[in-house]
């Protein structure tokens, strides 16, 4: 009777470590399709004040002299720190971390972005960030 009994708890035992393992498995299986579908949303945010910021000053390019407007871009990504800047002829958005980074080509602009309103104007057929 006594093996019986033994037998049943190893049983028993083996059967709940193969449920925690599978349990275990498939909460970090949803935790990492959490993580990659946050990356994804970040890189597409990056992607978009790069694209806007473009957009902004390739509107300015084509306007007219005189033409002026204020933008916004966001001051964090998703509640994340980031940088934008304008270098030879280039914007160039990351966040901190490194991890999600877009260079974009635009005309030569003089000028730095910042986070927040930005004035955009075009004079003597040159155009200014945030004189």
């Not at 925690?20 to 498939?26: C, E, M, R, W």
């Not at 509640?79 to 005309?107: Q, R, S």
Request: glycine share 6%; proline share 2%.
């Amino acid at each position: 009777m006594e093996k019986k009994i033994a037998q049943g708890s190893i049983e028993f035992l083996i059967l709940t470590g193969v449920i925690v393992l599978f349990l275990t498995l498939f909460f970090l299986a949803i935790q990492e399709g959490n993580a990659e579908r946050f990356n994804d949303e970040k890189r597409i945010y990056v992607q978009n004040v790069a694209f806007s910021i473009q957009d902004e000053l390739n509107i300015a390019l084509k306007s007219s002299n005189g033409y002026m407007r204020r933008f916004e871009i966001p001051e964090k990504i998703l509640g994340l720190d980031y940088e934008a800047e304008l270098t030879e002829n280039v914007i160039y958005v990351k966040t901190f971390d490194g991890k999600h980074a877009i260079a974009l080509p635009i005309t030569n602009v003089t000028g730095q972005i910042v986070k927040g309103t930005n004035l955009i104007k075009k004079e003597n057929n040159t155009v200014f960030i945030n004189p």
